[in-house]
């Protein structure tokens, strides 16, 4: 199956990409007829949250990663989106997954599809996560295209469905790829992340650019690879922060 162009040549490049190809199983029913990232979080679709912080961090154009009824987001939003009267209005791209390919690519295969549209280094946030405080400052963009780093990571203190956590966090600031049982402290993966174009090519991923044959592909061991390689940064984020991977976490969201 042949995939379609991301954006027009001349379009300026992306900073920042939006995963938004999710099934969303878990919260079915509530997913069978909507997709997740347009469930309502306090009086609007969930992937309006990040969307909007980013625009108002100055992300002027995003990637947005669509599958399961794509169409409804695409065109819920349309090509163009503002994130406040104080913001210019954010240019939209989408990388339809399903349409080229079948199905979702998973995280690192949608990345990558999405590299041509992306900037050298880009912002990537999750369509399903409610960060409502976190700020997307073009000053960290930056701080992190000045370090020699390949990706920066920002952890959360572990929540009840992950009580183990991912990661660890060095005292210099590095990502940690820990086993479980190091009896060193972990902390859960945000999803909320700075990435170099760089990160995804060899010896971290061997999908070409573009992943014109769609590959499907987990994140996780890239980011392990990378972190044994010490090209991993992170930062501990304490504000409010939801996975919403449930109807009952959905429902406690909106109690509130």
């Not at 760089?198 to 590959?215: E, K, L, R, S, W």
């Not at 991993?232 to 939801?242: D, I, K, Q, R």
């Amino acid at each position: 199956m042949q995939a379609t162009p991301l954006a027009a040549p001349n379009a300026r490049p992306a900073t920042a990409l939006l995963l938004a190809a999710g099934r969303g199983e878990r919260m079915r029913p509530l997913t069978d007829s909507t997709p997740k990232p347009l469930l309502q979080v306090q009086g609007k679709p969930l992937m309006q949250w990040p969307m909007e912080a980013l625009g108002q961090g100055g992300v002027s154009s995003l990637v947005i990663n669509t599958d399961w009824l794509g169409t409804q987001i695409s065109d819920f939003f349309g090509a163009n989106f503002q994130a406040s009267t104080a913001a210019a209005p954010m240019q939209l791209h989408y990388s339809q997954e399903g349409r080229d390919f079948g199905g979702a690519l998973e995280t690192a295969g949608g990345i990558v599809r999405a590299l041509p549209a992306l900037d050298e280094v880009f912002w990537v946030a999750a369509g399903d996560v409610y960060a409502p405080q976190f700020r997307y400052s073009e000053a960290s963009r930056q701080r992190f295209a000045q370090s020699g780093h390949w990706a920066h990571l920002w952890l959360v203190p572990n929540p009840p469905h992950n009580p183990r956590g991912d990661f660890g966090l060095s005292s210099d600031g590095l990502a940690l790829n820990l086993a479980k049982d190091s009896g060193l402290p972990l902390y859960t993966f945000s999803t909320i992340a700075l990435y170099r174009r760089q990160f995804f090519a060899p010896p971290v991923c061997d999908i070409p650019c573009g992943n014109p044959q769609g590959v499907r592909a987990a994140l996780a061991p890239m980011l392990r690879h990378a972190m044994d390689l010490g090209r991993v940064s992170a930062s501990l984020y304490t504000g409010p922060w939801t996975d919403v991977g449930t109807p009952e976490r959905l429902a406690a969201l909106n109690a509130t």
